[in-house]
Nanobody
């Protein structure tokens, strides 16, 4: 089994930056692809960005140009640097991981999930 623990959420103002981290433990050697999703109140969980073992990335249109996903395989840690935050970025952000190589945006294709960390952007 794999455990994912997110950290770094909080309350920020619009235009600010915030960094999230996610550390994997347990059978983390089985993880190939990692990603970030978010879920706002009353909305479905949506893809934010993902990264393969080799560093290939894919981001949602809403994240492109503002968010950067990266990972440190030696530390089993995934990162999300968020810049120019907007009110609509407010959500619970979830770290996810999958055993497959394909960088996918589909929630159901991820095998492991963290408990989430709240990001609130105020005006």
């Amino acid at each position: 089994q794999v455990q994912l623990v997110e950290s770094g959420g909080g309350l920020v103002q619009a235009g600010d930056s915030l960094g999230l981290s996610c550390t994997a433990s347990g059978r983390s050697s089985t993880i190939v692809t990692m990603g970030w999703f978010r879920q706002a109140p009353g909305k479905e969980r949506e893809f934010v960005a993902a990264i393969s073992w080799s560093g290939a990335t894919h981001a949602a249109d809403s994240a492109k140009g503002r968010f950067t996903v990266s990972r440190d395989n030696a530390k089993n840690t995934l990162y999300l640097q968020m810049n120019s935050l907007k009110l609509e970025d407010t959500a619970v952000y979830y770290c996810a991981a999958r055993r497959g190589r394909r960088v996918t945006m589909t929630v159901d294709e991820y095998d492991y999930w963290g408990q989430g960390t709240q990001v609130t952007v105020s005006s």
